[in-house]
Nanobody, 126 residues
Framework: QVQLQESGGGSVQAGGSLRLSCAASGYTYSSYCMGWFRQAPGKEREGVAGIDTDGSTSYADSVKGRFTISQDNAKNTLYLQMNSLKPEDTAMYYC????????????????????WGQGTQVTVSS
């Protein structure tokens, strides 16, 4: 079955960087839409970055220019490089996957992704 496992979260000061990883298994990795979502306390889960089966990427406006989504198909691993972190980036970050078609992450819904990891916490202090 599809399994997703995030890692790389932690605590950093504002302006710092973190790289999240998501190890995927149980399916042909490159054939699925992949995305990163986050959920802050008391807020809805929101899409942060997505990558299509053709490698095209999309980002939420709030992270454009600061976050980069990438993948290593040989390692079945998805990444999220987060630079210039802000306190408002503090959240639990989730890796998600689903069958095509893939939609831009800004218009993607949680319901568009059927497979989820357990999440990794990112805390940014001012």
């Amino acid at each position: 079955q599809v399994q997703l496992q995030e890692s790389g979260g932690g605590s950093v000061q504002a302006g710092g960087s973190l790289r999240l990883s998501c190890a995927a298994s149980g399916y042909t990795y490159s054939s699925y839409c992949m995305g990163w979502f986050r959920q802050a306390p008391g807020k809805e889960r929101e899409g942060v970055a997505g990558i299509d089966t053709d490698g095209s990427t999309s980002y939420a406006d709030s992270v454009k220019g600061r976050f980069t989504i990438s993948q290593d198909n040989a390692k079945n691993t998805l990444y999220l490089q987060m630079n210039s972190l802000k306190p408002e980036d503090t959240a639990m970050y989730y890796c998600a996957a689903d069958h095509p078609p893939c939609w831009p992450i800004a218009t993607s819904l949680v319901a568009d992704f059927g497979y989820w990891g357990q999440g990794t916490q990112v805390t940014v202090s001012s």
